[in-house]
């Protein structure tokens, strides 16, 4: 079926280098797309969302870029804090489940982010 | 406001016990869903309610697997008998969605990690 996925497993940087996390998918019908932070023995935190029919989005320090060509999102941390280390998500969702309409979160497999000081 | 609240954070119990899992979505939200996550097949969604009511229990893994919802404040996921293999963190989350195809950000609890022996 399809799903969402992650091409890096892990990535670490040094305390106030940008940091780049991608995710690709293989739904060309999702039409929202999430990024999810993930803390040491906490649930998944909402960081920024993106709708199909934009290519970009900020927040405060983080940009979500998608790419619908090539079906590739990417999250952009700028100036990584030690803060920032945690398990990044993206997930997607799709519209429409089987006969039942809402939003169905599709998570992919995450990035584990070290921030080294 | 206090977030998804759910407990135990901690459960530990032996192979064929019944366990059951409690949530308290965020007040005013109408749409509620429980999720497993481990480390091989990620985070998963078992269960989704929309005003109380079962709407896609496609992903809940078998018989042994019931969950309700008796009010807008209140669900449960139980698991008679339990597995070690159920072992996993279990998260609840919830959202503002009204049922339609929603992209409504959901909003996850600090999770219920249960260890089967």
């Given amino acids: ?117 | 406001d206090a977030g998804v609240i759910q407990s135990p954070r901690h459960e530990v119990t032996e192979m064929g016990q019944e366990v059951t899992l409690r949530c308290k979505p965020i007040s005013g939200h109408n749409s509620l869903f429980w999720y497993r996550q481990t480390m091989m097949r990620g985070l998963e969604l078992l269960i989704y309610f929309n005003n109380n009511v079962p709407i896609d229990d496609s992903g809940m893994p078998e018989d042994r697997f019931s969950a309700k919802m008796p009010n807008a404040s209140f669900s449960t996921l139980k698991i008679q008998p339990s597995e070690p293999r159920d072992s996993a963190v279990y998260f609840c989350a919830s959202s503002r969605a009204s049922g339609r195809a929603s992209t409504d950000t959901q909003y996850f609890g600090p999770g219920t990690r249960l260890t089967v022996l």
């Fill in chain 1, 1 to 117: 079926g399809e799903s969402v996925g992650l091409h890096l497993p892990t990535l670490s940087v040094q305390e106030g280098d940008n940091s780049i996390i991608n995710c690709a998918y293989s739904n060309s019908a999702s039409d929202y797309f999430i990024w999810y932070k993930q803390e040491s023995g906490k649930g998944p935190q909402f960081i920024i969302d993106i709708r199909s029919n934009m290519d970009k989005r900020q927040g405060q320090r983080v940009t979500v870029l998608l790419n619908k060509t090539v079906k590739h999102l990417s999250l952009q941390i700028a100036a990584t804090q030690p803060g920032d280390s945690a398990v990044y998500f993206c997930a997607e969702i799709l519209a429409y489940a089987g006969g039942t309409s809402y939003g169905k979160l599709t998570f992919g497999q995450g990035t584990i982010l070290t921030v080294h000081p």
